[in-house]
């Protein structure tokens, strides 16, 4: 209801417009998450407690914007949309449990071991992560090809080379060490870097991008994910637990090797702008299609939270 | 080289024949699993502590059995069998937490948290589980229609909707509760059943098994599955620790519903020869086929570890 009246209004201002892209993709996990009334009710009420919270939702909409750079409407988007959150999802339930980051609050509410115990948030993320590749091979009006070609995608940016896995690994092992360029590249690029490129990737490549288009939007993924993680960690420090919705200042109190730690506060504030800027370039080819994506960009840089 | 000899040779006793094949999988596992040398590295030192640790590997056989039931060859099959085992595995890993069985041993080795810390311990069997389904998309020799299909079959078999997952927490909340025959037959279908269920319906998938082959394939994989688990609770009781290779009496000390808890151990062991028997009946559209498949179901039941 809200949806038809937004897009039918011209110009739409850019929190609307966001606001109700999100109210969609929480629609669709809603109507993806298996029921709390399905049995055992207990790991589905923790696998909607945790995805339903209200996060930000980039990734889906990095998904939906990438798609909608190469053509208008993409049916069955919402599958790999959900899948990316869920993905997510389940990196910030394991995380955040007490034998890693050990943390309590998350999207402003207690984390999901604090509210069902740990046994049921170590299920609860592995039960969403396998429930993102069977969304992905479910995903409506995909061919085949495209369907394997989405888990490929989203196995490489998870897994340990490279990928999400790798970088927490490179994460954990990182505290208390001398913070180094390279050291922080190789961790941000795989822990936060890889998901952010394939949550775009995987809207190109449901969409059927060429070539030249995916190659454009992998660039621009790469850069949009480096700023990403330069505002995340100037967040960090600049910003309260009650602004941020997770513990802020932990970085620094857990000896983390972050951007601030390693080029200061000033010189990473410019880093990202120039990640902005690069990002940008790499979307020439897309003309006013790539409008959604350059919106987006700057919300990641410009938050707040 | 041990292979061409063995297959050679005929007739090839039952205990030649597994060690062969298991030596194989074992070969194979070794090949798909990162090396230790790959960064970062201790997360695949703990994959592949865990992974090679020489379990008995009865999903990769009945995967490979149940192909070898529709035809001779089947070229790729070592990627659904060792995807198999890695998710069989990622399950133990997990299950041994502290914050869920808190076991200690396993494969008559420390478990793997005991060896590389919690944290580890729970990416390890993230990362575990993301590779098994790398490795069913980059199955060689399939069609993207069979990949799609093993995803499939491995996301219901491994999820919360009658999966393993929903069996595991199943089992959890059945600790201390009064063991009756429908809380047992719900939490063993989902716990073990299904993931056996799906190995011998995985492999039939690559193989290009008729609806009819697959039927049967299927209720053969349902009354083993069954048959399984009766012997797995049944040693619990009757074997020792050091037989098993895993804490022996954990049933009874956490109350957990079994087959000897709510049958009683005769009763059991007569409740394993019927599924067996019935499980025999269930392959007689296969001929001497299913020879392979018929000796796995007797190493299954008579198993002593």
């Known amino acids: 209801m809200m949806k038809t009246s937004l897009s039918e209004a011209a110009p739409v201002s850019g929190a609307l417009r966001w606001a109700s892209q999100q109210q969609w993709i929480d629609e669709a996990l809603e109507r993806l998450l298996p029921g709390e009334e399905a049995s055992p009710e207990v790991i589905h009420r923790a696998m909607r407690y945790s995805v339903l919270a209200g996060g930000k939702r980039i990734r889906p909409l990095l998904c939906l ?8 409407e993409t049916p069955g988007i919402e599958h790999p949309a959900c899948a990316l959150e869920m993905v997510h999802t389940y990196s910030l339930i394991h995380d955040d449990l007490p034998a890693l980051d050990n943390d309590d609050l998350r999207r402003g509410r207690p984390t999901c071991h604090k509210v069902f115990g740990e046994a049921m948030a170590i299920l609860a993320g592995d039960a969403l992560l396998t429930l993102s590749f069977e ?3 479910r995903t409506p009006g995909a061919s085949d090809s495209q369907r394997v070609q989405l888990v490929r995608e989203l196995t490489s940016a998870g897994g340990t080379l490279g990928g999400m896995i790798g970088g927490q690994v490179l994460d954990l092992e990182g ?12 961790i941000h690029r795989a822990k936060t870097g890889a998901l952010l490129r394939a949550s775009i990737r995987m809207g190109a490549i449901l969409a059927g991008a060429s070539e030249s288009e995916m190659g454009a939007l992998s660039r621009f993924g790469e850069h949009l994910g480096l700023a990403f993680q330069i505002v995340d960690d100037i967040l960090d420090v600049e910003q ?12 620094a109190a857990q000896e983390k ?13 410019e880093m990202a ?3 902005r800027h690069l990002g940008r370039e790499s979307l020439k080819l897309f003309g006013h299609r790539a409008e959604g994506l350059h919106a987006l ?7 707040t939270a």
């Open 297 to 303: 960009a700057d919300l990641i840089v410009n938050r």
């Open 240 to 251: 309260s637990s009650e602004a941020l919705g997770k513990t802020a200042g932990k970085d």
């Open 135 to 137: 969304l992905l091979v």
């Open 65 to 72: 914007e990438a798609a909608r750079a190469i053509q208008e």
């Open 273 to 275: 702008a120039e990640q």
């Open 257 to 269: 090797i972050t951007f601030p730690a390693v080029y200061g506060l000033a010189r990473s504030h």
């Open 175 to 186: 505290e208390g060490q001398t913070p180094t360029a390279s050291l922080l590249d190789g």
